[in-house]
């Protein structure tokens, strides 16, 4: 008999790469880990596991019972859902994670809504940058996440996830008070802000990663001087003559004294999606959740 909390075990291991860091997020230790993977060896009789100095890799054994374990879990989950519903009825928690942005322009107005046409649901909202936000929803740290697609993101093809896109922002160009590229008011090209210091996100975040592939398309390396992932922070570097930006257009925080210029067709755009669980996409509170913060994007 496969124990389903095992099962549990693999797909961490599968997903974040090393025993610690699985041990991490399943709030384990690492020679409790270690304890239940093979014990889960010996209960399929079979290696999942490659042992290569401090790393392992999944053996073949191992991908074929990861993807029977993927749908056991989903079953299991669903499970849980139907005996808590049933419990309870409509009333219960729902756990969101998003970035600053989304919380502000979406979540927050959301709250209000929801409070109003659902009062049995308890909306509890987790800040997270929006690459971190997946990883929170799929080690089962939220039910619900906003995030932004980028390189990093899981393939749409992924069984594990239900996603919804809420909306779309072109990049904007965010420019010191005197820099001669503001004058006339009119659209920038990228390319007049290749001599110029760059206020950037720090490496990882997925705004980063546009950026720079637009200015590689423009024909230029920025000239990285200052980072921060904060928007207000970036505008307020920018303001003082720290460099130039780009910055998603909602995401320029008001009242700024830096000045915002739009790029030309077709500028990078930020792509803003929620993702659930698809074992969990058709619970109730889920459901409302997202209808109501479609509802907001649609506005937007």
């Known amino acids: 008999m496969i124990e389903v909390r095992r099962l549990k075990v693999l797909r961490a291991l599968a997903d974040h790469g090393t025993v610690t ?95 109003e046409t659902s009062p049995g649901l308890s909306l509890v909202v987790r800040d997270a940058e929006g690459h971190q936000g997946i990883t929170h929803l799929l080690d089962g ?44 008011g009119g659209a920038i090209e990228l390319g007049e802000l290749a001599n110029d210091d760059w206020v950037m996100p720090a490496p990882g975040n997925p705004i980063r990663d546009v950026v720079l592939l637009a200015c590689e398309q423009a024909g230029f390396q920025p000239r990285i001087v200052h980072q921060s992932d904060d928007f ?10 720290g460099g ?18 739009p790029l030309p067709d077709p500028a990078p755009t930020r792509r803003v999606y929620a993702a659930v669980r698809t074992s969990r996409a058709d619970h109730p509170l889920i459901k409302s959740t997202l209808a109501i913060l479609t509802e907001v994007a649609e506005k937007l």
């Open 232 to 241: 207000r922070a970036v505008a307020a570097l920018v303001a003082a003559g």
């Open 21 to 115: 860091a699985a041990a991490e997020v399943l709030h384990l230790t690492p020679s409790a880990v270690s304890q239940q993977l093979a014990a889960l060896e010996t209960e399929v009789g079979q290696e999942l596991l490659e042992r290569r100095g401090r790393r392992v890799s999944i053996t073949s054994a191992g991908r074929l019972l990861l993807a029977h374990a993927d749908t056991i879990l989903a079953e299991v989950e669903r499970a849980e859902d139907a005996m808590r519903l049933h419990a309870n009825g409509a009333n219960g928690e729902v756990r969101v994670t998003a970035f600053a942005t989304a919380i502000s322009l979406l979540v927050a107005p959301a709250l209000t809504r929801l409070y």
């Open 141 to 184: 740290d939220a039910d619900l996440a906003i995030a932004v697609e980028h390189r990093g993101s899981p393939r749409p093809d992924d069984r594990r996830l239900t996603r919804i896109p809420l909306y779309a922002e072109p990049f904007v160009a965010v420019l010191p008070p005197a820099h001669p590229a503001a004058a006339g």
């Open 244 to 261: 130039v930006s780009l910055v998603p257009r909602l995401a320029v925080p008001e009242p700024t004294l830096a000045l915002i210029r």
